[in-house]
T-cell receptor, first 113, second 114 residues
C-alpha cells in the first residue's frame, strides 16, 4: 500500500541553524501539507501546497518557514533559523484531491538545543 | 472559527469493555470529519472518515463513528476493546471547500487494562 515517507526520523540541531525536513508524498497525490505537534499538544496545521505554490498557511508559518517541491517526488519544509520553540514532531501529509482524506507520514522529531 | 473539542484527555477501560470517545466540532458549513489514531512514536493512522451519506461510518480495527449534526458530534465507538487499542485518538474536522486543512482536537489517550 502506498505511504507517505519522511526523513530523517529524528533531527537534532543548534538554535539558529537551518534545517530541511523531507517528505515523499504518495505518488499520485497533488495536495501536500505540513503539520506539527509540540510534545503533549494537539496537531497544528502549518501549510498546504498545490500546483507549486502555497494555498494556505497558518499564523505559525512565518518568514522563517518555507516549503518547496524541488522535483517530482520530494516535498520539503525548511526552517531558516531554528528557535527552541520549533522543537516538535513535524508531519507531512498528502491527498489526492483538495477535500479528501489526508495520509500522514511517520513524522520527523526536531529537537532544537 | 473551526474548532474540535475532545472532552476526555485520558480514558482507561478494561480489555473487552466497550468504548466511546467523544468529539464535538464547531464549523459553519458541512464538515468533513475524521478519526486518526497515534501509537507511541508513530504517525497518524486514519481510522475512519465521514464526508456525506450514512451517518454511521465503519472504520478499520472494528471502530465505528456516528455523525450527529444536531449535536455537532462525531463520537468514536468500539464494542470490545483490545489491549492493542491503547493509543492516542484524534478527532479532526476539514473544510468541505478549499484546500481542506485539518483542525485537530487535543486528543484522548486510551489506556487498556488487562
Amino acid at each position: 500500500e502506498p505511504e507517505v515517507t519522511q526523513t530523517p526520523s529524528h533531527q537534532v540541531t543548534q538554535m539558529g541553524q537551518e534545517v530541511i525536513l523531507r517528505c515523499v508524498p504518495i505518488s499520485n497525490h497533488l495536495y501536500f501539507y505540513w503539520y506539527r505537534q509540540i510534545l503533549g499538544q494537539k496537531v497544528e496545521f502549518l501549510v498546504s501546497f498545490y500546483n507549486n505554490e502555497i494555498s494556505e498557511k497558518s499564523e505559525i508559518f512565518d518568514d522563517q518557514f518555507s516549503v518547496e517541491r524541488p522535483d517530482g517526488s520530494n516535498f520539503t519544509l525548511k526552517i531558516r533559523s531554528t528557535k527552541l520553540e520549533d522543537s516538535a514532531m513535524y508531519f507531512c501529509a498528502s491527498s489526492e484531491q483538495a477535500a479528501d482524506t489526508q495520509y500522514f507520514g511517520p513524522g520527523t522529531r526536531l529537537t532544537v538545543l | 472559527a473551526q474548532s474540535v473539542t475532545q472532552p476526555d484527555i485520558h480514558i482507561t477501560v478494561s480489555e473487552g469493555a466497550s468504548l466511546e470517545l467523544r468529539c464535538n466540532y464547531s464549523y459553519g458549513a458541512t464538515p468533513y470529519l475524521f478519526w486518526y489514531v497515534q501509537s507511541p512514536g508513530q504517525g497518524l493512522q486514519l481510522l475512519l472518515k465521514y464526508f456525506s451519506g450514512d451517518t454511521l461510518v465503519q472504520g478499520i480495527k472494528g471502530f465505528e463513528a456516528e455523525f450527529k449534526r444536531s449535536q455537532s458530534s462525531f463520537n468514536l465507538r468500539k464494542p470490545s476493546v483490545h489491549w492493542s487499542d491503547a493509543a492516542e485518538y484524534f478527532c479532526a474536522v476539514g473544510a468541505s471547500g478549499g484546500y481542506n486543512k485539518l483542525i485537530f482536537g487535543a486528543g484522548t489517550r486510551l489506556a487498556v487494562h488487562p
